[in-house]
């Protein structure tokens, strides 16, 4: 992590998001890392959760069947999820100078919800109710085949030996997945703020360096 790009992102709100099996997850942890390394102070938020009430309502959403449950319901369940972490979370960092970096975000929703049918430019005038001003200075989709991606989220479960089985979205059906990855990849003409697309096909060391590279390039 140069100087440069530390200094560049001090303050700074950045949402990792993407297909189930995408690997954002394992990209934010590196990044978190090299910052940290580099001598920034980085807050990791995950969404929904990271509170309290936050995490309440992760257990709802991703330990149902949300088959049962209504696209809107979803949707404000994972908006109110939001509303908390902004309070808590992520504008006290913020206003602190420190570098926030977020596991999803409104992005999600856009694509998972968008995904069930209901209207994006709707999804985001209700993340603008439940987080204000506090978007993210960027969003970064990690782009992936949904069979690729439920392959990989399969193989996790696997490696991780405890039992652990898909969760609520990673159950839902392949056609499901395809329109997600369609949604998150039309994201940057109809997101309120940057997006940026990064292929995440390949090692993890290879996708670090087109997140890297797509940091570098970002207007922030």
Same mark, same amino acid.
């Given at each position: 992590?140069?100087?440069?790009?530390?200094?560049?992102?001090? @303050?700074?709100?950045?949402?990792?998001?993407?297909?189930? @099996?995408? @690997?954002?997850?394992?990209?934010?942890?590196?990044?978190?890392?090299?910052?940290?390394?580099?001598?920034?102070?980085? $807050?990791?938020? *995950?969404?929904?959760?990271?509170?309290?009430?936050?995490?309440?309502?992760?257990?709802?959403?991703?330990?149902? !069947?949300?088959?049962?449950?209504?696209?809107?319901?979803?949707?404000?369940?994972?908006?109110?999820?939001?509303?908390?972490?902004?309070?808590?979370?992520?504008?006290?960092?913020?206003?602190?100078?420190?570098?926030?970096?977020? !596991? *999803?975000?409104?992005?999600?929703?856009?694509?998972?919800?968008?995904?069930?049918?209901?209207? $994006?430019?709707?999804?985001?005038?209700?993340?603008?109710?439940a987080v204000g001003e506090t978007w993210p200075d960027l969003t970064c989709v990690l782009d992936l085949s949904a069979e690729? @991606?439920? *392959?990989?989220? *399969?193989?996790?479960?696997?490696?991780?030996?405890?039992?652990?089985?898909? !969760?609520?979205?990673?159950?839902?059906?392949?056609?499901?997945?395809?329109? $997600?990855?369609?949604?998150?990849?039309?994201?940057?003409?109809v997101y309120p703020k940057p997006v940026v697309v990064v292929e995440a096909d390949g090692s993890i060391d290879e996708v670090f360096m087109r997140v890297i590279e797509a940091l570098r390039h970002a207007d922030l």
């Amino acid at each position: 992590m140069d100087i440069e790009l530390r200094d560049k992102l001090r @303050g700074k709100f950045i949402v990792f998001d993407g297909p189930d @099996g995408c @690997g954002k997850t394992t990209q934010l942890a590196r990044l978190a890392e090299a910052l940290s390394t580099s001598g920034a102070t980085v $807050v990791r938020a *995950r969404d929904p959760g990271g509170t309290k009430v936050g995490d309440r309502i992760r257990a709802i959403l991703l330990g149902d !069947d949300l088959d049962h449950m209504d696209p809107r319901c979803e949707t404000l369940l994972f908006m109110a999820s939001r509303a908390q972490l902004v309070t808590e979370v992520i504008a006290p960092a913020l206003r602190a100078g420190q570098t926030v970096l977020c !596991d *999803r975000f409104i992005s999600s929703t856009c694509a998972y919800q968008g995904a069930l049918g209901l209207d $994006v430019d709707r999804v985001i005038r209700l993340g603008t109710e439940a987080v204000g001003e506090t978007w993210p200075d960027l969003t970064c989709v990690l782009d992936l085949s949904a069979e690729a @991606g439920l *392959r990989r989220a *399969r193989h996790r479960a696997e490696r991780a030996n405890d039992g652990s089985t898909a !969760d609520a979205m990673e159950a839902r059906p392949l056609d499901f997945h395809r329109r $997600v990855q369609e949604l998150f990849c039309g994201l940057p003409g109809v997101y309120p703020k940057p997006v940026v697309v990064v292929e995440a096909d390949g090692s993890i060391d290879e996708v670090f360096m087109r997140v890297i590279e797509a940091l570098r390039h970002a207007d922030l």
